[in-house]
Structures are given as C-alpha cells and as structure tokens.
C-alpha cells in the first residue's frame, strides 16, 4: 500500500500517517487509538481506516460530530487518492507515499521522525488488526459478578456484551458506554444519576437492570437477557410494505405504557424512546430498555442529564423519534416520552417515521399534517388511528398528559375492537 494520510489543517498539520500495510488503525485523541491527533474537537477513538481486498475503508466509530469525507458525513466509505476527511478542526488528505519523512510514529503525533517513525509504524501495523479500546473488556468480570463475553451489538454510544451473573447463575447482557460518554467527571456523574434512578425499577414491560459500575475508563451496567429482538429490526424487516397486523403495533403501545406509568409515578422521564430501545420477546412481551439517560423530575437526582456540548444535543439516539420540544432543547417531560412511543407505533404501522421527507421546521410550526397510518393499512381502526395521531400531536399540551390517560383510552379501544391487553 503506497498511500499515506497527510494532516492539511489542524493542530497536527504537517504530520503524516501511513496507510495500513494490513488490518487496521484507529484514529482519535486518545492511547487507544494508533494516530493519536491533538485536536480537542476529535472524539477519542473517531474512526478506523482499514484495509479490506487491497481497499481502504473508513468506518466512523460512533464520534458525537461524525465523519465528513469530501465535505459529506459518512458512516462508511472506501476511500480513493485525493479524499479529504474532515474531524473537528482536522483535515486529512490521502495521497501517495513519497514526501518529505515527516511521518509521525503511530501514537505520537507531531513528533519527529528521526529515529526511522516510518519503521515504526510499519512495524506496529504488521502485528495484525488494531486492538480497540474495548479489546480487554470481554474474559474481564465486573464487581466479581459479572463476566463479560464476545460483543453482540453496537449503537451510538455504546457497546453490548454478552455475559453472565455468577451470583445468580443467568445470562445477562452488559452495556458499556463509550469512551467520549464518560470522558469526564460530569459525564461520569450523570451516568451514576441515571443509573441510582432506574436501579429500584421493576416492571414486566421494562428491561431489568441489575447493577452498573465503571471498570477503568469506562462506565457499564447489566441487565436483563433478551430473547427476542429490538423493534428497528422488527421495522427494517418489513420496510414500507407494512405487513404487520395492527394489533402488534397496539401491544406495543400497551405494554410500554404500563412501563412509562410506573416511571411517571417515580417521577422518571426516559427520553430516549426509539424502535432501538423496545424488545419483543419471543413471549410476545414488550419490554422497554436503554434507561442509561432517565431522569428524575422530582427530589434527589433531578438534575438535567443532557450533553452539555457546544451544539446543545440531547443524547437520544435518533432525532425522527423526538418530540418537536426534544429536538429543539425545549422542557421535556412525559409527554415527551408518549409521542416517542407514538412515533414508534406509527413506524410499526407503516413502516415509515413521521413526517418523513418534511422539513423540520415546517413541522414544528404545525404547516405539515402528519399522513393517517390508515393510508398505508386500511384495517386499522379509526379509534386506534386517532391515538396514535393524538401520541403525535406537534403541541405537548395536545398530547395524553400521563401514561395513565393514554392507558385508559388503549383500554377503550380495546373494548371496542376486541384486542387483547394480555
């Protein structure tokens, strides 16, 4: 491989990289990450470059502000001679191999490259596929509990493991935020906060949490084992054809209601309500889970949880869930949580989000109508439709005020359509 990665802008500027002879490089602020840059803006593991069937590829590794290649945000892409990736203040421009040897060793960026830092780097690279900052986590135990297993999934802010309770002989599955959530103390005390305020919570409709902790430089919890799968999969498996039967989308909004009303009686918000963050068991149980950023509207532990960054973002996962309110860094309360559930059901029913394609303000100032979920599936009924569009009302004050009153007119829909509330 005779390309290399030139910083062209940025505190790091003048300083080359080598492209991987093999495997993979991480590119961040922090030890973990192989070409260490200086520049606050970057998140601590950023992204990776790797090489794949004689191509390199980029892959965005999750950073708040992602990745932008030739002025573009990209999640993954193979990269060609001349492609410009712009993090934070960097920018960083791949070309062929050949200039002045400014290389800097993999991890010390801005340094000389007396002492043969090519050679350095080449060697690093030759050990194979770079370890990430997660790589010691699986064989660890946490709390003398917990053993951690192989990774399952990944989000946004997080990684999920597989593991085990010891104590209690169970499967369980262990969240661990990453790096650059719980890089500081405040984030580090927000996610403590989160976590006293969901541990005492125990419902059939929300996923149980064990216990949490931070292990290193990283904060985990463990929680309840799921047999089944998250409702994004559930959606993505019927895409815009819209095959489930609209009383699926109904048991959905039943059981996480039942769920939200036990937290409204705590006082507690959850504010991250996505397809990504309810389950379906194979028991054809709802469960509600990713309570990492719940909040307590009341006593001790009421503190606001959000992101605290320059762009003022709440740490929800995926913004065509949000209430108009959350997306503009309004109060949130629940209210908040109903019209993200509203917003989840609708996408149950027909396969799309609300307001798709709509301009987001147009939205907020009420010049756009959501379209009836009947026009994608006749046999819902009118009652239900009307909740679920009542869910979805722009105005927080349109909306059901509690989880109680949402609860009471799912059960009278039930009454008149003859669906189950088991």
Known sequence: MDLEFV???GPDKGVVFNAPANGAVLFGRSDAAQCRLKDPDVALVHFEIRLEDGSLWLSDCGAPEGTLINGRKSKSMELQEGDEIQVGQTTIRLQKSGRAPTAAPVGAPGQSSAGGAKAQAAAALKSGVAKVWWAGIPGSTFQDTFEIGNKIAEGRSSIVFEGRDTRKSRK??????????????EKVQRFIRAMKTVLPLRHPNLVEVYGAGKYGDVCWAALEWIDGESLDKVIERIGIAGMLQWTYGYKVALHVARALKLAYDQHIIHRNITPTNIFMTTDGVTKLGDLNIAKKTEGEGAEDVTMGDSAGKKIGEDVNFMAPEARTGGEVDTRSDIYALGATVYALLTGRVPYEGANPMQVLMGKVEIVPPKKYQMAI???FE?????????????RFDSPGKLLAELDRVAKFTGASTE
């Open 386 to 398: 009307k909740t679920v569009k009542a869910m979805l009302s722009i105005r927080p004050e349109d």
């Open 7 to 9: 910083v062209d802008a």
């Open 172 to 185: 369980v599955a262990i969240k661990v935020l990453k790096p650059e959530f719980a890089s500081t103390d």
């Open 381 to 383: 009924p009118d009652m």
